[in-house]
């Protein structure tokens, strides 16, 4: 169990263009999720918790307007790239947390990732 | 502020060899610690998660460690295989509550090359 998907898993788009990436909980609900986005051969770097039906909180230094987030229902949370250029070409990885008294605390399960290349 | 460390950067080892990856963590107030598996091009795979009341955690060939009053955990692995290769990350949450609820402070991984 505890399976986290994306889509898609690559992209390339052209500069100016909006991206939309869905990061989905198969088999749990999750009313936190989080974005991350990874640099060639380094960690990751938290870009925004997105909450179930409320606003995403976003690290400091991320543009809110350029990464639009979306957390519509308990399995399905959207990263949509607006305007984007190639600067914004990175890998972007989701995770959901599990929740409920039968788990355990924070444990959180991710997604393949999304290859995005802007030219 | 949490920072977590894993030592070393990178390891290479002949396939059959038990290892040991290291991570240290400055703020001891937390609730578990996590143990990821990142292969090159893809996502995070959860390799095991280890409660702050846990002293150990095993599954199949790994077996994780957790001092919470030092700071650190340890993976250690058995007998191990060229299928391990990968970057093993470790995590733990980055506050107890407010508005840090559930984010990961990671380290910087170590890359594990096992060789036939």
């Known amino acids: 169990g505890a399976v986290v998907s994306q889509h898609p898993s690559r992209v390339i788009c052209k500069s100016g263009t909006s991206v939309k990436i869905e990061c989905r909980s198969l088999?749990?609900?999750?009313?936190?999720m989080f974005w991350y986005r990874q640099f060639p051969k380094q960690s990751l770097m938290l870009m925004a918790t997105?909450?179930?039906?409320?606003?995403?909180?976003?690290e400091q230094g991320v543009e809110k307007d350029k990464f639009l987030i979306n957390h519509a229902s308990l399995t399905l949370s959207t990263l949509t790239v607006t305007s984007a250029h190639p600067e914004d070409s990175s890998f972007y990885i989701c995770?959901?947390?599990?929740?409920?008294?039968?788990?355990?605390?924070?444990?959180?399960?991710f997604g393949p990732g999304t290859r995005l290349t802007v030219l | 502020k949490q920072e977590v460390t894993q030592i070393p950067a990178a390891l290479s080892v002949p396939e059959g060899e038990n290892l040991v990856l290291n991570c240290s963590f400055t703020?001891?107030?937390?609730?578990?610690l996590q143990w990821f598996r990142q292969d090159p091009g893809k996502g995070l795979t959860s390799l095991l998660l280890?409660?702050?009341?846990?002293r150990e955690q095993t599954s199949g060939r790994l077996n994780a460690s957790l001092d919470k009053s030092s700071g650190r955990s340890t993976l250690y692995i058995a007998a191990s295989q060229p299928g391990d290769s990968a970057t093993y990350l470790c995590?733990?949450?980055?506050?107890?509550?407010?508005?840090?609820?559930?984010?990961?402070?990671f380290g910087q991984g170590t890359i594990l090359t096992v060789h036939p």
């Open positions: 088999d749990f609900q999750a009313t936190t």
């Open positions: 703020d001891s107030a937390i609730y578990n």
């Open positions: 280890i409660q702050s009341s846990q």
């Open positions: 995770s959901a947390r599990r929740e409920g008294r039968e788990f355990a605390y924070n444990e959180q399960f």
């Open positions: 997105s909450n179930e039906g409320s606003k995403a909180t976003y």
């Open positions: 995590a733990v949450p980055f506050n107890a509550g407010g508005t840090s609820y559930g984010k990961l402070t």
